[in-house]
């Protein structure tokens, strides 16, 4: 490891805030963990007549390394940015909530900037992520999607981290009962249905435990269950609000993609012509739908010539998709998947495959490795 001097990084730290990083005495014994509380200039002025260090790694953010690390890695640090993700969503509660959740999202942001189809992945596929719990996974994918979507709408890079957080907490205070409900063939029990029309004000208050302060954050929050047409809960109120509509689009869709105790997920292209019909015209549906296309990256396919297919990556138009095969035109599985050219006629998709006509999929690794 290689180290700076914390006198190097003045600028980077604020008295009454966070620490950015561990501060490190001259023999490099933990002085200071990252999160900690700076308390009055005195301190600071010791930490540095002291010659406290930095590793310079930490001076990196993760989306600095996340654009340099190897593409066969990512997998795996998808893996791990997931499931860090799930630990902090759990952990409400922690005297580090928010320290937590800011580096959890900077991963997968950094993640989701990388490789955009790789983020578009995670929400299709299941086995992905399947050491999630069902409420943090639900909140993870509506994250994703809410973000690539504001992007895709030219929001400001603040609001853009807006988003994908309130996407994340906008469920915190019933992450347990969405698990509850999504393993259950019967209808909600009274104190379920009374804990849905509660969550958004219960979630604001958790926030606000937790030290958030963003009002534009904490109303998104509160209304991402609201409607401009008023018929939204739990106030009725039209006044939405940018963030708080596209995180609700982003939840209906994933939702729908999302498979259940009483219902199969919904085939990726099946979801799209649904939220087209239901909300017909908004701009937001519009960047939503043309973001993830009618293959999107993770669902499975049939091609022209029988093989089925994984989509890997938006191709150069809406219906020729990138595509992984990993079975020949009789089924028969591939012992390497194999990518072919959707815009030739014999090997363009026929039809989405749902979670059941599949067959075994190959890992993800494999996938990003096949050959041409």
Request: charged share 25%; glycine share 8%; aromatic share 4%.
């Amino acid at each position: 490891m290689s180290f700076t001097a914390l006198s190097n990084v003045r600028q980077r730290m604020t008295v009454g805030q966070a620490l950015p990083f561990n501060v490190r005495d001259r023999d490099r014994s933990l002085l200071l963990a990252r999160g900690c509380v700076i308390d009055s200039e005195a301190q600071l002025q010791a930490l540095l007549e002291r010659g406290a260090l930095v590793d310079l790694e930490e001076l990196q953010s993760a989306r600095e390394r996340l654009r340099r690390a190897p593409r066969e890695q990512l997998p795996r640090l998808w893996h791990e940015g997931l499931s860090r993700i799930g630990t902090m969503l759990m952990r409400p509660h922690a005297e580090s909530f928010t320290v937590a959740l800011d580096d959890a999202s900077d991963v997968v942001l950094g993640l989701v900037e990388r490789d955009p189809d790789l983020a578009i992945f995670q929400v299709l596929t299941r086995d992905a992520n399947a050491d999630l719990a069902y409420g943090a996974q639900r909140a993870l994918h509506t994250a994703i999607c809410s973000h690539l979507v504001a992007q895709r709408l030219g929001w400001e890079p603040a609001t853009l981290e807006r988003v994908f957080k309130v996407a994340l907490t906008m469920n915190l205070s019933m992450l347990e009962l969405q698990g509850e409900l999504a393993r259950c063939r019967g209808a909600p029990t009274t104190q379920q249905r009374a804990e849905l029309m509660t969550h958004p004000m219960r979630s604001v208050e958790l926030l606000m435990q937790a030290g958030v302060d963003d009002d534009d954050w904490l109303q998104a929050v509160a209304r991402h269950h609201e409607q401009e047409d008023g018929s939204g809960y739990p106030s009725g109120r039209s006044d939405v609000g940018e963030i708080a509509s596209l995180v609700r689009r982003a939840d209906v869709y994933t939702a729908k993609l999302a498979s259940r105790a009483h219902r199969e997920a919904l085939l990726a292209d099946q979801a799209g012509r649904q939220m087209f019909m239901q909300d017909p015209g908004h701009p937001m549906t519009a960047a939503l739908v043309k973001e993830f296309g009618i293959y999107p990256p993770g669902c499975t396919v049939r091609l022209e010539g029988g093989e089925l297919a994984i989509v890997v990556a938006r191709g150069p138009s809406l219906t020729t998709p990138v595509v992984a095969c990993f079975t020949n035109a009789a089924g028969a599985p591939l012992a390497t998947p194999r990518r072919l050219d959707t815009s030739l006629p014999r090997h363009a998709v026929k039809a989405v495959v749902g979670e059941r006509g599949g067959g075994r999929r190959p890992s993800l690794e494999k996938l990003l490795s096949s050959p041409s």
